[in-house]
């Protein structure tokens, strides 16, 4: 825009018309450096081949920039991206020392990497050489990987070779989805091997495909596997059993282990009253020492399932355990039960009115409280009782006036009503007793993993489903605005990225203030007062709201100056902590040669 500037401001930049830029940089500097950091561009672009006649961008600059983005508007829509960026040239071209195009960034430039990074042959080789690399630069450890499945719902039209099919979920089950299968590294969370499925798929064998990539991938022997029941499949335990690594999984309340289990809980219980159960503490938020969990183990032989005549039976844990926050939950939701039962039995004998229907018949009245029992479950906790009541009614027969001859018949309308429920307060507590309990198996030997660490480990389950809670809540996969196999493919991927991206930043920054043992403040402007030392990458991102580069030019087009909002001391903080610096945002005020 052309401006009148005041007489200071003319005497010192002169009486010339002058143009004002203005481009809001925000995070997008702080999340390309962070990629540069981690190697995406390079890796991108040496594993996506480069055709000789291609012009423009390389495929990693054109994924780092598109990436950023995404992660800073949450919409990975092509259509918009070049839009957006040609508000910025100035600040990509400084952060990435390219020459930027806007046909960089056309709907079919960035179909075509999607469909790059869809082939298998490209995407596991990207996998692979990003998870070397930030083992390497961030020192890593390797011992426990999590392995979980999601489904994402979108409305598309079901096709017999589509990924997008109907299927079990818990978002929108009459929506179709696709399935998403992660395997990620401990204890940051990072993402090391996601696959996209038909959303039709069940779980169970989705893991040893998963798995044999991580294994390859890392090459590190003796990794633990933790996941959810439908990972403790035996042939997915028989097959971390057969390649010398160790898993710890639920065992699924059915088949031969519901059976069972009934026999462990009554043990656990009977060790219980005895004082005999092994307590695992942990400590909470609020520092102080509660109960995790109580339990018992005992081992067994497994073999392995099917004709697969070369496999050796191992030894496995049954670790059967007993969760007091589990018992809790298991207890509100037989309490909620009770009450829903009482309330249906107690409207199925109304009283007499008009338009109240009356139970005449006792089995009718007992196959009544039968049902509400059975669908409440709660048969063998309430006892009822109930009367027969007969009420006698004195008719003339046929029509018209009585009289005192006239013949008279006598009606009895019966029903039945129910006079009380009861709790039944000892099978109640008996039922109680035996709430909380789970049964987990693993074939690490105590000394690897014990009783405690298997609990606490286990525990930390939801650091995987952080993952899922990004990409739906973050970067927005859904709803998916492709529709082809290899879009929905390459876009998950590629979003993958981005939430590895976040990870990361958020693991350096928390390893960096516990190593000083300090916390940063102002992460939370609803508390001015609060400081912490568990910043979320979503909080890191917001820290940097509000930056944006000033760039005067006089007529012709010669840049006069150039301004950077001022960097808070929590920015430049966040900055040192990170490794990146605060020249990552000072470069953008250096003038650019020949303008």
């Known amino acids: 825009m052309r401006v009148q500037l005041a007489q200071q401001a003319q005497e010192l930049l002169g009486t010339r018309d002058l143009v004002i830029i203005t481009e809001r940089v925000d995070d997008v500097a702080l999340l390309i450096g962070q990629m540069v950091k981690m190697g995406l561009p390079e890796v991108l672009a040496r594993h996506i081949p480069h055709h000789g006649t291609q012009r423009g961008l390389s495929w990693g600059w054109t994924a780092v920039i598109w990436l950023a983005y995404i992660v800073t508007e949450g919409d990975h829509r092509k259509v918009s991206v070049e839009t957006y960026l040609k508000g910025m040239p100035h600040t990509l071209s400084c952060l990435t020392a390219q020459v930027i195009e806007p046909l960089d960034f056309s709907d079919d430039r960035l179909s075509h990497l999607l469909k790059h990074l869809s082939k298998p042959a490209y995407w596991h080789e990207i996998e692979r050489d990003l998870n070397e690399r930030s083992i390497e630069v961030y020192d890593l450890s390797q011992d426990?990987?999590?392995?979980?499945?999601?489904?994402?719902?979108?409305?598309?039209?079901?096709?017999?070779?589509?990924?997008?099919?109907?299927?079990?979920?818990?978002?929108?089950?009459?929506?179709?989805?696709?399935?998403v299968m992660i395997g990620s590294l401990d204890p940051l969370g990072l993402p090391l091997a996601p696959d996209v499925l038909s959303g039709e798929r069940a779980d169970d064998g989705l893991y040893i495909p998963l798995m044999e990539r991580v294994r390859t991938g890392l090459k590190t022997p003796g990794l633990l596997f933790v996941g959810d029941c439908k990972m403790s499949a035996w042939e997915t335990r028989a097959y971390l059993a057969r390649h010398q690594d160790f898993y710890l999984s639920p065992l699924p309340l059915t088949g031969a282990t519901a059976e069972a289990m009934e026999a462990w809980i009554t043990v656990g219980v009977t060790q219980g009253e005895m004082g005999e159960l092994e307590r695992i503490m942990r400590t909470n938020d609020r520092g102080h020492k509660v109960l995790a969990a109580e339990g018992y183990e005992f081992e067994r032989t497994c073999e392995a399932p099917g004709d697969a005549g070369d496999a050796t039976p191992w030894r496995e844990r049954v670790l059967v355990m007993r969760s007091p926050m589990h018992a809790d939950q298991q207890a509100a939701g037989l309490e909620k039960r009770l009450c829903h039962a009482e309330t249906k039995l107690a409207v199925l004998t109304p009283a007499r009115g008009r338009g109240q229907r009356q139970i005449t018949d006792e089995a009718t009245l007992l196959a009544a409280i039968d049902l509400v029992l059975k669908e409440h479950r709660v048969d063998g906790l309430l006892s009822v009782t109930w009367e027969k009541q007969v009420e006698q009614i004195t008719q003339y027969v046929g029509r018209g006036r009585g009289s005192v001859h006239r013949e008279k018949r006598v009606i009895e309308k019966t029903r039945y009503y129910i006079t009380h429920i009861a709790r039944q307060a000892d099978p109640i507590a008996a039922l109680r007793r035996r709430f909380g309990w789970k049964a987990f198996v693993t074939n690490a030997t105590p000394q690897q993993l014990s009783l405690q660490q298997a609990v606490l480990c286990y525990r930390h389950e939801y650091r995987v489903e952080r993952i899922f809670h990004r990409l739906k809540s973050r970067v927005h996969i859904a709803p998916l605005f492709v529709k082809l196999n290899d879009q929905i493919e390459g876009l998950t991927y590629l979003l993958t990225l981005g939430v590895r991206?976040?990870?990361?930043?958020?693991?350096?920054?928390?390893?960096?203030?516990?190593?000083d043992q300090t916390k940063l403040p102002g992460l939370h402007p609803e508390n001015k007062t609060r400081i912490t030392d568990k910043p979320t990458a979503e909080r890191i991102l917001r820290a940097f709201a509000d930056v944006s580069l000033t760039i005067i030019k006089n007529a012709v087009g010669e840049e006069i100056l150039r301004r950077l909002t001022p960097l808070s001391g929590l920015q430049e903080d966040i900055l040192q902590r990170l490794g990146l610096g605060a020249s990552l945002y000072g470069q953008l005020e250096i003038q650019e040669m020949g303008t």
């Open 501 to 515: 991206v976040l990870t990361v930043m958020e693991f350096v920054l928390r390893r960096a203030l516990q190593t």
């Open 144 to 179: 426990v990987i999590r392995c979980d499945a999601t489904t994402v719902s979108g409305d598309h039209e079901v096709t017999e070779e589509g990924w997008v099919q109907f299927g079990h979920s818990k978002d929108d089950p009459t929506r179709p989805q696709i399935k």
